[in-house]
């Protein structure tokens, strides 16, 4: 495997289930994030992780919840969603440059094509 | 709130023509930016990246940045029927290590 890997890469679930999106990345980077992808709108950051912690929150509904039990896993807890959660959500990794404004960009992941019914 | 703008198109662009894509960005501080391709259905791809004033060139592509200005395009030369996708653009604000901030994107068209 390389780079970063999603799955599953679709997922119907209902506004009561509970179900977890999962990320592995094999590039060796040390920051992972979740996006969300809706319909004409840009990506919108949800979570940010830095060397297995979570450095940021974008303000995101606690029935998203997140899980870096290292740097190379990333999940997203999903429970009680509803219908307006439907999106693609993507996972990205890179490699931290901090301090050096250095020209590193993100790897995506495949994505999951979510929606909630 | 630091916004990306992009013209969400659709631009259309005859094969072999020069496709230009244009974004501006509203936080000043911002070094960092990078263009990414995203096909139907598929996962944004990182095409170009810049961080100084001027042009940037690989292959059909230049990158080009304009700080004063607040702007950052992308021209695509010898246009191919396969570089029909959406175009998202991203700058990383001051102060964010990480965090890269995305435009909604413009959808290119390349007629055979």
Redesign the interface.
């Known amino acids: 495997e390389t780079g970063v890997t999603q799955t599953p890469r679709h997922l119907v679930m209902g506004m009561t289930n509970k179900k977890s999106l999962k990320c592995e990345q094999h590039l060796g980077h040390n ?1 992972m ?1 979740w996006y969300k992808q809706s319909a ?4 919108e ?1 949800m979570f ?1 992780y ?1 060397f297995k912690e979570q ?2 929150n974008n303000s995101v509904p606690s029935r998203f919840s997140p899980e870096c039990p290292n740097s190379s896993h990333l999940f997203l807890h999903l429970h009680t969603l509803q219908p307006e959660d439907s999106a693609l959500y ?1 996972c990205a990794s ?1 490699q ?4 050096t ?3 590193d ?7 999951t094509r979510l929606t909630v019914v | 709130q630091k916004e990306v703008e992009q013209n969400s198109g659709p631009l259309s662009v005859p094969e072999g023509a020069i496709a230009s894509l244009n974004c501006t960005y509203s936080d000043r501080g911002s070094q960092s930016f990078f263009w990414y391709r995203q096909y139907s259905g598929k996962s944004p791809e990182l095409i170009m990246s810049i961080y100084s004033n001027g042009d940037k060139e690989d292959g059909r592509f230049t990158a080009q940045l304009n700080k004063a200005s607040q702007y950052v395009s992308l021209l695509i030369r010898d246009s191919q029927p396969s570089d029909s996708a959406t175009y998202l653009c991203a700058g990383r604000p001051e102060g964010s290590a990480r965090q890269l901030t995305f435009g909604s994107g413009t959808q290119l068209t390349v007629l055979p």
């Not at chain 1, 960009?105 to 994505?111: L, V």
């Open positions: 920051a994030y004409k709108k840009p990506l950051l940010v830095n450095t940021e993507l890179s931290d440059l901090a301090g404004g250095g020209l960009g993100y790897t995506f992941g495949s994505g």
